[in-house]
C-alpha cells in the first residue's frame, strides 16, 4: 500500500533541519518522510484489529520529527522505519467507527496491568515499551511510532482491542480525531488541581493557544469550574477560540504577563524579559514548549506555584535560576491514562475528552484535509497554521477507505 514513511537516515533528518528554519515544505521534500509503497504489517496476534484510517491528525510532535528537530531522546523508543500517525478516527472491517488511543500499552505487549482496568500509558515503569513483545511488536511509546503496527498516515495499520474506543454515529469524523489531542490536554488542565485545591479565586494561565492550549482550556473550564482561566496566545483566532472554549481574558502571548498581574494584582518586579511578578498565577500551563515559553512562565507563576509543561519541549537553553528562588515545581504532561477527578471520581483521560469534544463541538478546529499524497502542503499548513489562520490540519482516507 501506499503510505507515509520515515526511515532512520541522519543526512536526511540533517538536511530537514537545516532547510525547516527558512522553508518547513523544503524540510519536507528533502527530510526523513517519503510518500511510498511500503510493505503490509503482519498482524501481531489475537486481540489485534485492522484499523481503516478515516482522518488522521499532523500534531506538533509529527512536525518536529518531519523537521528533523524531535529529541534524540526518543531514540530507544521507536523502531524505524515506522508510518506516524497517533491522532486517528478509523473503522474496523464491520464499518464501526473508532477511535485510537495511541499508546501500546501492557495489554497490546502481553504483559500484566500495573493495576485491574489500567489504561494503555498507565503505570511507572515503562520498560515494556522499550523491549520487543512476546507477539514481535517492536520498541515503541505509541502507534505511529511503531514498525509492528503501521500508523494512521496510511490506508490501514493494526491497533490493540486496548486502544480502542467506539464512538457513536452521530459523532462527525471531525470531532472525533480530535479526542486524542484533547485528552493529552484535559491531563494537563487535570495537573492543576492539586495547586489549586483549596485556594480562593486561583488563577491558572495558559501560553500557547494551538491545538492542545485549546484542549487545556476546554478542560479547565469543564472540570475545574472555579478557576479563572487567563490566555496568552499570539494570533486573534486563536484568543477568539480560546474565550469561545471558555477563557476568562485572552490576550495576546507578549501581553500576558501584564494580564496575570492585573487579575491578580501584584508587582512587576525589573523590565522586559528579566522581570517577573512578585506573584502571579497558581498554575502555568506551558502549551508551547521553548526556551522562550519556559522562561514566560518562570516569570508569570508565582512563588512555589506549579508550571504544567503540555508542549514538547526538546532541547532548551535556560536560566533555572527564577524555578530555584521562586520554588516553582515544574511537572511534564505527556499523556493520558486513569484520572482522578476534584470530586474524588475516577475516570478516563480519553472518556473525558469524548464528553468534552461532544460538548463544545470540537469539530470546529479542524482548519483543512489533505489526501497523503498532498503531504508536503498539508505539512506546510500544519506548520504555519497559526499565521494562515488554521488550528487542526489532518490527513482525509476517507475515499481509500470507502
Known amino acids: 500500500m501506499k503510505a507515509l514513511q520515515i526511515r532512520r537516515n541522519v543526512a536526511k533528518f540533517g538536511a530537514a533541519r537545516i532547510l525547516g528554519a527558512v522553508s518547513p515544505s ?18 501481531p496476534g489475537d486481540g489485534w484489529h485492522q484499523i481503516h484510517t478515516r482522518l488522521s491528525g499532523i500534531c506538533g510532535s509529527d512536525l518536529s520529527l518531519v523537521g528533523g528537530h524531535a529529541s534524540t531522546y526518543f531514540d530507544d523508543w521507536v523502531s524505524f522505519p515506522f508510518v506516524p500517525g497517533h491522532e486517528v478516527v478509523g473503522e474496523l472491517d464491520d464499518g464501526t467507527r473508532v477511535v485510537l488511543e495511541p499508546v501500546l500499552g501492557h495489554a497490546a505487549r502481553g504483559v500484566e496491568l500495573p493495576f485491574e482496568g489500567a489504561s494503555p500509558a498507565d503505570g511507572n515503569d515503562y ?40 464512538i457513536d454515529d452521530a459523532m462527525p469524523d471531525e470531532r472525533a480525531v480530535l479526542i486524542e489531542p484533547f485528552a493529552g490536554g484535559i491531563h494537563a488542565a487535570l495537573l492543576a488541581a492539586p495547586a489549586v ?17 485549546l484542549a487545556a482550556v476546554a478542560g479547565l473550564k469543564r472540570y475545574l469550574p472555579d478557576v479563572r482561566i487567563i490566555v496568552g496566545a499570539r494570533y486573534p483566532h486563536q484568543r477568539a477560540y480560546a474565550e469561545a472554549l471558555g477563557a476568562d481574558i485572552a490576550v495576546a502571548a507578549s501581553e500576558l504577563d501584564r494580564a496575570v498581574r492585573r487579575v491578580v494584582g501584584c508587582h512587576m518586579i525589573g523590565n522586559g ?15 508551547v514548549g521553548s526556551s522562550a515559553s519556559i522562561a514566560d512562565c518562570l516569570r508569570i507563576t508565582k512563588p512555589r506555584g506549579r508550571i504544567v509543561l503540555l508542549g514538547m519541549p526538546s532541547r532548551v537553553d535556560l536560566d533555572m535560576t527564577g524555578l530555584w528562588h521562586r520554588e516553582i515545581e515544574l511537572k511534564g504532561a505527556y499523556t493520558y491514562g486513569t484520572e482522578t477527578l476534584p470530586d474524588g471520581t475516577e475516570t478516563t483521560t480519553f472518556q473525558l475528552a469524548i464528553d468534552t469534544v461532544n460538548a463544545v463541538e470540537a469539530e470546529r478546529l479542524v482548519s483543512a484535509t489533505y489526501p497523503l499524497a498532498d503531504h508536503v502542503d ?17 490527513f482525509d482516507l476517507r475515499e481509500s477507505t470507502n
Not at 519536507?28 to 511500503?38: A, D, F, I, N, Q
Not at 524579559?273 to 502549551?287: F, P
Open 26 to 43: 523544503g524540510s519536507t521534500k528533502v527530510g526523513p518522510l517519503e510518500h511510498r509503497s511500503v510493505d503490509d504489517p503482519e498482524c
Open 127 to 166: 520498560a515494556h515499551l522499550a523491549v520487543t513483545s512476546p507477539e514481535g511488536v517492536e520498541p515503541a511509546i505509541q502507534t505511529g511510532f511503531c514498525c509492528s503496527t503501521g500508523g494512521g498516515w496510511a490506508p490501514w495499520f493494526w491497533a490493540h482491542e486496548s486502544q480502542l474506543h467506539r
Open 197 to 213: 485545591a483549596g485556594i480562593e479565586n486561583p488563577v491558572v494561565a495558559v501560553l500557547g493557544a494551538g491545538t492542545m492550549g
Open 273 to 287: 524579559e528579566s522581570g517577573a511578578l512578585s506573584g502571579g498565577a497558581h498554575v502555568t500551563i506551558d502549551a
Open 378 to 394: 498539508a505539512i506546510s499548513h500544519a506548520a504555519n497554521a497559526g499565521r494562515r489562520g488554521a488550528v487542526k490540519i489532518a
